[in-house]
């Protein structure tokens, strides 16, 4: 097969070289799946420079996320959930591939209607989201959330989780570009972030200037926006995107009745197994009824292995929004 192999660290995407390598071989409980789309993460950068908290032992295959058909199921496996043939998306080491290979636990159907390339970006973002704002925060009909770096993958997630719960979005962003996708996507209202003033415009948009009842916070912003939050509210603690892992005055959120909440989704394996399959049918629900759609970047299109550090650049360079995506064409496919 051709794939992106780590047999030493690099500098960064620019070094990524594909290759011909030898097929993966699935464990016993391994399905072979043939990759048609990659979706990149930051850790990818990371895991190539040898930076991330995952590291396999060399050599190894990067990218992580996936969406394609199933060639082989598990040789321990009798029934499986995922027949050949079947269309699927998930996650496992080694997506920047034309083959992958994962568990059954690591792997969902693509939803009816979506594209390979949409579904391959939904693994990481829709369940961040969803557990984050429904389990964690408990959101309701008539919340006022504030949704930091918005036009991001798990931030168009959250927008669409929030208003299809009936709540009011206030979406932020440092482009004109990006305010203009998080409105795309259904927010009510846009800041921008690189105005120093942009607490006091949130709490200005809220009822009687009461502030916001919930924030989505992948950045490292928790310390600003606990001047823009409501009595009681909550501050939901998703990532560093900043690169800073910021420390917080604890007197405000004495002073204001505030819950910090962490959600570090890819934890529910391990703690938590038995909410994965209850958040996945929410998600499941909010797709079927129109309210939860693909979050792909299309403003440019990557298109084949090649394409993969100029993807992983482009996401790095933040100049993208939404979920970069590398559409794989297997042999026979056009390219187009």
């Known amino acids: ?3 992106i192999q780590i047999s030493q660290y690099v500098k960064g995407p620019k070094e990524l070289k594909v290759t011909e390598i030898p097929d993966p071989t699935p464990g016993p409980d391994q399905y072979l799946i043939e990759v048609h789309a990659a979706a990149t993460n930051f850790f990818d950068i990371l895991q190539i420079q040898g930076k991330y908290q995952l590291q396999p032992p060399f050599p190894w295959v990067s990218g992580v996320e ?4 199933i060639l082989a199921t598990p040789a321990n496996s009798k029934a499986p959930k995922f027949p050949v043939g079947s269309r ?13 290979c994962a568990a059954e636990h690591e792997l969902l159907p693509v939803p009816k209607g979506w594209s ?32 930091h770096a918005a036009a991001g993958g798990v931030g168009l997630a959250a927008v669409q989780v929030a208003k299809a719960f009936g709540a009011t979005v206030i979406a932020t962003a440092g482009t004109p570009r990006k305010l203009e996708v998080a409105r795309q996507f259904g927010a009510d209202h846009v800041v921008d972030y690189r105005d120093a003033g942009w607490p006091e415009q949130v709490k200005k948009l ?17 310390d600003k926006s606990t001047k ?4 009681n509210g909550r501050i939901l603690v ?27 989704w890819g934890a529910y ?3 938590e197994r038995e909410t994965i399959p209850v958040v996945w049918k929410g998600i499941g629900e909010l797709i079927e009824q129109g309210k939860f759609r693909g979050t792909v970047f299309t403003d440019k299109e990557f298109v084949g292995l090649e394409s993969v550090p100029d993807a992983l650049l482009a996401l790095g360079g933040r100049e993208t929004w939404g979920k970069v995506v590398v559409k794989i064409p297997q042999s026979g496919e056009s390219k187009l």
């Open 228 to 231: 823009c939050i409501a009595w």
């Open 206 to 222: 809220t009822p009687k200037g009461r502030g916001v009842d919930i924030v989505y916070d992948p950045v490292g912003m928790v």
């Open 88 to 100: 699927v998306f998930g996650a496992g080491q080694g997506a920047y591939a034309t083959k992958v």
């Open 116 to 147: 390979f390339t949409d579904a391959a970006g939904l693994f990481i973002t829709a369940p961040t989201s969803y557990g984050a704002l429904v389990l964690r925060a408990g959101i309701k009909a008539g919340d006022w959330v504030l949704v």
């Open 238 to 264: 998703v990532g560093f995107a900043a690169g800073q892992i910021e420390k917080v005055a604890m007197n405000k959120v004495l002073l204001k009745n505030i819950s910090l909440v962490g959600i570090h």
């Open 1 to 3: 097969m051709r794939g």
């Open 66 to 69: 996936f969406s394609g058909i």
């Open 269 to 271: 394996a391990k703690f």
